[in-house]
């Protein structure tokens, strides 16, 4: 029988936590075993809301004519209409890959404008891009010679009203003007949709260097929309050298973080709020006693649940050695069972438990018990539901779906209505393949290639893999091997013509092995409790050249 007791480990806060549609239904998720604790209802997504009708049909937001793209050193022909006027030939080639967006991508109606970003076949270094939708009165057409291209500000921000939910035709043309008789090449098509439903809040992320050994790192962020990032703490804001694992409070006023006094590893390391406004403030409401508590070392991945982020009852769950414990934030006092405590796990197996999820409404967390290993690098895992119980803990329940014995499962997030949990997924480290020399990954859940991202109801069932993990086919890179990770949900679910709308941010190394990269994807679920997943959307306001990853999700 496991109890809340206090054991020693190594705990490593350096942490790279990396580590067309699907659908199935919700009501397929089948209970298998105990039920897992079922939490009572919290604030419901917000009120179901029918999609502002589109005040124009036919639209004019697309352009009459072309746009002849001459920004970032491209250079057009002006007889570049002519060129394409032709149907694309087959003996020109395939068309450009689309790298971003992925067609079949769903956009929150707030996203940032698309770029879109394609890797030329051979010899192709002219194309032409069209977009086309029933409500408009004209396709878009632009011509350029680079191979990055951005709707321009006006246009998007028409298009979030006067296109929302109808699908947009995408086309691609490439060809090689040098030639006598130039074609163009076969059309790279699909279509992109915007939807009714915004992504809230902001997203704090780590950002380092530390492929270099310097240690560099950040926590930057930015609001859902934003076109640029900007630095929310720095490690000499800190009482120490090292910002890593960390989470947003409830309201996004704050950031919880790992802090440690070594530049190039976690361990030891204690936790530190601070202002997510780029001060570097504590909260004000902190006690002393708590900041004393805080201070504790072999202390970290802190989280949340907003039925606890109130006056009289601010409460952070964080890892202490190998137990879960909770703390007061207001405490007056450091003894334990008044200012903070050890949530018993009764029934666990392993006596290491690590990266905690607490549930909006407060009654449960998700967490990841591990039969070998270290925090991060652990092996054998898998996902626990365990009760709250007014800050008593008790006896836990693996959650169906996402604790089998031939896999890790591990990094659990509640949805923000608690009707889903997001969770990694990678091989045993024993079935896992040897990494390649010299890569920076493992075979445990730390920065685990394979892994890849599911979500499963909240009382257990038959998972479902999302569509994000996957890269586009044609890049040449697929999954398991891009490192998919750390997902996490955006602080609020939205109902709108029936359907909820959740978003889920993770990391990925799709791109560069070296440099994970931030992704949202959107994850919805119709009347008839249908879940659909989507192709992952590139957040192209990061600088590509950090890595940057383990991402924190607020209002």
């Not at 209409?81 to 956009?107: N, T």
């Not at 915007?194 to 997203?203: D, P, Q, V, Y």
């Amino acid at each position: 029988m496991r109890t809340g007791s206090r054991h020693s480990v190594l705990a490593v806060c350096l942490v790279l936590l990396t580590a067309a549609c699907s659908t199935t239904r919700l009501d397929l998720f089948v209970d298998i075993g105990q039920r897992p604790v079922d939490p009572p209802a919290v604030d419901p997504p917000a009120p179901d809301s029918p999609a502002v009708a589109p005040q124009c049909n036919p639209c004019a937001d697309f352009p009459p004519e072309p746009i002849l793209d001459t920004e970032n050193g491209s250079s057009v022909p002006s007889n570049v209409g002519d060129l394409f006027a032709p149907e694309g030939s087959a003996a020109s080639g395939v068309g450009p890959c689309l790298i971003e967006p992925e067609l079949g991508s769903v956009f929150p109606k707030n996203w940032l404008r698309p770029r879109f970003r394609f890797i030329p076949a051979a010899g192709q270094n002219l194309f032409e891009i069209r977009l086309r939708a029933n409500r408009q009165l004209n396709d878009l057409v632009v011509y350029t010679s680079s191979t990055t291209w951005t709707l321009p500000v006006t246009i998007w921000a028409a298009i979030t009203s006067s296109l929302v939910e109808e699908p947009i035709a995408v086309s691609i043309r490439g060809l090689d003007p040098s030639q006598v008789e130039p074609l163009p090449s076969l059309a790279t098509t699909g279509t992109l949709t915007i939807s009714a439903s915004e992504a809230k809040g902001s997203i704090v992320y780590w950002s380092t260097v530390y492929f270099t050994n310097t240690g560099e790192s950040t926590l930057k962020g930015f609001s859902v929309g934003d076109e640029s990032v900007r630095e929310i703490l720095r490690p000499e804001q800190t009482n120490g050298e090292c910002v890593a694992c960390h989470t947003s409070t409830p309201d996004g006023r704050f950031v919880a973080t790992a802090v440690s006094s070594t530049i190039t590893s976690g361990d030891p390391s204690h936790v530190e709020l601070r202002a997510t406004d780029g001060s570097g403030l504590q909260p004000d409401f902190i006690s002393s006693d708590a900041l004393l508590l805080l201070a504790r070392e072999q202390q970290q991945l802190p989280t949340f649940s907003k039925m606890h982020w109130r006056a009289s009852d601010r409460l952070m769950v964080t890892i202490l050695n190998q137990d879960l414990i909770w703390t007061d934030l207001e405490a007056a006092t450091q003894t334990q069972d008044i200012g903070w405590g050890i949530l018993a796990r009764d029934g666990d197996p392993n006596i290491l438990a690590t990266h905690p999820a607490f549930n909006a409404a407060g009654t449960a967390l998700a967490y990841t018990t591990a039969g070998s290993g270290a925090l991060t690098k652990a092996d054998a895992t898998d996902v626990y539901i365990l009760p709250f119980n007014d800050r008593k803990g008790g006896s836990v329940v693996p959650l169906a779906g996402a604790s089998t014995p031939e896999a890790n499962e591990y990094y659990p997030a509640f949805s923000p209505d608690d009707a889903l949990v997001a969770f990694s997924k990678a091989p045993l480290a024993q079935n896992a393949p040897e990494p390649s020399p010299g890569a920076f990954i493992s075979k445990t859940t730390y920065n685990n290639p394979l892994g890849e991202i599911f979500v499963v109801s909240h009382t257990g069932g038959s998972p479902q893999r999302l569509l994000a993990n996957d890269p586009p086919t044609c890049s040449g890179k697929q999954s398991p091997g891009v490192t998919n990770s750390w997902g996490k949900w955006s602080p609020e679910a939205e109902i709108v013509n029936g359907k909820t709308y959740y978003w889920l941010t993770f990391s990925s190394t799709r791109v560069d092995p070296l440099r994970p990269q931030l992704y949202v994807t959107p994850i919805i679920v119709d009347a008839s409790g249908q879940l659909s997943t989507y192709p992952a959307l590139y957040l192209w306001n990061q600088p590509p050249d950090e890595g940057n990853h383990t991402p924190a999700w607020g209002l």
